[in-house]
Nanobody, 122 residues
Framework: HVQLVESGGGSVQAGGSLNLSCTVSGYENRRHMGWFRQVPGKGREGVAAASIGGATDYADSVKGRFTISLDNAKNTLYLQMNSLKPEDTAMYYC??????????????????WGQGTQVTVS
């Protein structure tokens, strides 16, 4: 049974920073992990992804501002978010992929999801 638990969300002013964390427990043979975000009425948007081998992907909207990192020893995924903008406001979800099929920024590539953590930028 795989569980993902996010933390680190909150409210910040524009230009501020937040660091999200996601701890994974359960089956460990993951291919990659990712961060997604969703606002009411819209689908989930891939924000950043990291493969177990170290490759990373970012949405164009966050390149240069967000950094994803994966600590395999701690089974923890991080998302350092700097220079936050109001349009970054969303529920952020952590996800884990075991089959490794499809784009790392596509939500269909992931089998397991966390419960989400809210990020609000004003």
């Amino acid at each position: 049974h795989v569980q993902l638990v996010e933390s680190g969300g909150g409210s910040v002013q524009a230009g501020g920073s937040l660091n999200l964390s996601c701890t994974v427990s359960g089956y460990e043979n993951r291919r990659h992990m990712g961060w997604f975000r969703q606002v009411p009425g819209k689908g989930r948007e891939g924000v950043a992804a990291a493969s177990i081998g170290g490759a990373t992907d970012y949405a164009d909207s966050v390149k240069g501002r967000f950094t994803i990192s994966l600590d395999n020893a701690k089974n923890t995924l991080y998302l350092q978010m700097n220079s936050l903008k109001p349009e970054d406001t969303a529920m952020y979800y952590c996800a884990a992929a075991y089959n490794g099929k499809g784009s790392r920024l596509a939500d269909g590539a992931y089998e397991y999801w966390g419960q989400g953590t809210q990020v609000t930028v004003s």
